[in-house]
């Protein structure tokens, strides 16, 4: 008898116990299940021209809470929670728990980064909770609201008044959210939540070398449209045989959805253009403009003439119509043999590569001011042309860089190793391509794709950037492609470039480093192989100084030894067959976890030709001096 209540008891615990499990697991799996349903994922396509639309600007002081463990957003079984910091709950009556408050968390600018706004995260990487308020009106019959965000690094997913409206991935590139059905008339609440941890399998991956600034890093603002609108356009002027009369610009419009029937117009009022377009089933059209040769100014760094623009869309029966305008220059660019001409004639690229990082103290760049600082340092080097590395640079840098008449090489973060054979990196990485194509089809200062840096040689590499190249391809014939190779085959002093993708670029580009990580004194002896008859870029050569730190030209760090070097490398690239421009590494200082040295790198790479003050190094010189031959 003892034994069977013994039995009896332990059994009856243990189906307790198996019932309370499975019963906190069904508890879990429904809230999960009811979160899940709670999201309105409803990121639409790029709006393209943002900067024309009616706006209203949400920048400013965001509340911010930092979440090491994510606490925010899963439980602590790492399921999604419904009681989220999304939520912004108050608590109700006086006994009641919740363990944040958005309201009394601490304000940070955005745009802008965490690790240099406080000094807690300028290491961190991970969660933080960004929250704002604003007042609005729910938008009106016939039009449409859009939350568009100029770049989150890395991975954000967004809450409008407590729905979630999105999630996006990556870290420099724009992108919007239809917020119509979640706007209300009075106070509107935004959260963000931001996370950015380096992962294997994202673009970038792990390991690169600057600073992951983490935040809501450029711009935030609502777009107000009509239901159908504009979503994007661009003009693409065609190559024309040498003394032709006429010119001839190819323009193309999409519409946000698929609808024939709309008429639109498009007038260059400068040069007394009118063309009627109508979209099709598909809401696109496409069209020619003819322009007199002599009466088509064309741009280039001398001369960066840009027209206004201007597109109309008709309303239509209970729709209300759409116009958007922009400055556009017109201009060809294509390879010929080993030469690259714009507007039919050579040009050598006299260029620097820029990382997005303000001038005095670092951070990340933001503003039209942050880029117009650090291009005049390009433009005092004799630039005429800039690699903006390592990833595509906010709107407000290339757009400055059109109007101070400077081209530009632009490229998406495809850095060192990626996760070639990840289906989901691979479409990550053409999302990037594509929303950067997009978002600067129409400046004329933009003449370069570039889809990779320094990627290692594999069969698996070459099918994931030959995908990206023929992608980039397909979106816009109108540009060169090209990508940053490294140099293999080298033997003693011969250098032989063999790579692969020599069969999907416009323009073979290679990083050097003859003088900083090999010897100074071999690059009189270097000579260079680069079997292909295309244009040749050297997109990256230097080496590191300390701005005020002088010595022998043979003692690393010194500002002697980076002159020296300049001499050097320059005189050994004057011997490059088909080279058409190079952008050294790089225009300034900039910070990187990687760069360790106490007392001289303090995490800054010091390859910049300018200190991140401003200060000119020796090495700035040289350059200078060599560009003004070229």
């Not at 002599?294 to 741009?299: A, E, I, N």
Request: glycine residues 6%; charged residues 25%.
């Amino acid at each position: 008898m003892l034994f069977f209540f013994v039995f009896h008891s332990i059994f009856t615990n243990f189906v307790t116990k198996f019932f309370l499990i499975m019963k906190t697991r069904l508890i879990s799996l429904l809230c999960a299940a009811a979160f899940a349903l709670t999201i309105q994922a409803k990121e639409v396509p790029l709006l393209g021209n943002v900067m024309s639309h009616e706006t209203m600007s949400l920048n400013g002081e965001w509340n911010y809470i930092v979440d090491v463990q994510e606490e925010g957003y899963y439980d602590y079984r790492m399921n999604p929670t419904r009681w989220g910091f999304f939520q912004n709950a108050k608590p109700q009556r006086p006994e009641d728990l919740i363990e944040y408050d958005f309201d009394k968390a601490a304000k940070m600018k955005i745009p802008g980064d965490w690790n240099t706004q406080d000094e807690r995260l300028f290491f961190y990487e991970g969660t933080v909770w960004f929250k704002t308020s604003f007042q609005a009106q729910a938008p009106t019959e016939g039009y449409r609201t859009l939350l568009y965000f100029g770049a989150v690094n890395y991975d954000c997913r967004v809450w409008v008044n407590t729905h979630e409206v999105g999630h996006h991935i990556g870290g420099f590139t724009p992108f919007n959210f239809d917020i119509t059905d979640q706007l209300k008339n009075g106070e509107n609440v935004v959260i963000v939540k931001v996370d950015n941890k380096r992962k294997a399998e994202a673009v970038p991956t792990q390991i690169f070398d600057w600073w992951n600034y983490g935040g809501i890093t450029r711009d935030v603002m609502l777009v107000k449209v009509p239901d159908v609108y504009i979503e994007n356009f661009s003009l693409k002027l065609q190559k024309a045989e040498a003394g032709a009369k006429q010119r001839e610009i190819h323009v193309t419009v999409q519409l946000n959805k698929p609808m024939g029937g709309h008429f639109l117009t498009l007038n260059i009022p400068e040069l007394k253009v009118s063309l009627p377009l109508m979209t099709d089933a598909e809401g696109r059209d496409v069209g020619l403009i003819r322009v007199p040769a002599k009466k088509l100014q064309l741009w280039s760094p001398e001369n960066p003439k840009r027209y206004r623009v201007e597109l109309s869309m008709d309303a239509l029966g209970s729709m209300s119509g759409d116009f958007v305008a922009d400055s556009i220059g017109f201009r060809t660019i294509e390879a010929r043999g080993k030469q690259i001409l714009l507007n039919g004639e050579p040009i050598f690229l006299k260029g620097i590569s820029i990382h997005e990082e303000k001038a005095h103290g670092g951070g990340r760049a933001n503003s039209t001011a942050d880029a117009h600082e650090l291009l005049s340092w390009a433009k005092e080097l004799g630039c005429n042309f800039v690699r903006l590395a390592h990833y595509p640079h906010n709107e407000y840098a290339v757009r400055e860089a059109e109007r101070m008449g400077i081209l530009v090489w632009s490229e998406i973060p495809c850095y060192w190793t990626i996760a070639w054979t990840n289906p989901d990196t691979y479409a990550n990485a053409e999302r990037q391509l594509t929303d950067m194509i997009r978002r600067d089809q129409n400046r004329a200062n933009v003449i370069i794709w570039s889809i990779a840096n320094e990627t290692p040689h594999s069969a698996q590499r070459d099918q994931f950037l030959g995908r990206l190249a023929q992608h980039a391809r397909s979106l816009d014939q109108s540009r060169l492609i090209s990508m940053a190779m490294e140099v293999t085959g080298a033997s003693n002093y011969k250098n032989r470039l063999h790579d692969n993708m020599h069969e999907y670029v416009d323009v073979v580009s290679f990083n050097q480093y003859i003088g900083w990580y090999r010897d100074v004194n071999d690059a009189p002896k270097m000579e260079w192989e680069i079997p292909y008859d295309k244009p040749v870029i050297v997109s990256e050569f230097g080496g590191g100084a300390k701005y005020g730190y002088h010595g022998a030209k043979n003692q690393r760090w010194t500002e002697e030894f980076q002159e020296n070097l300049y001499i050097e490398n320059t005189a050994m690239l004057d011997k490059i067959d088909g080279l058409c421009g190079t952008t050294p590494w790089i225009l300034k200082d900039f910070r990187s976890p990687r760069r360790v040295l106490d007392g001289i790198q303090d995490y800054y790479n010091r390859k910049g030709l300018f200190s991140d003050n401003g200060e000119k190094k020796k090495a700035f010189y040289v350059l200078r001096d060599w560009y003004l031959k070229k």
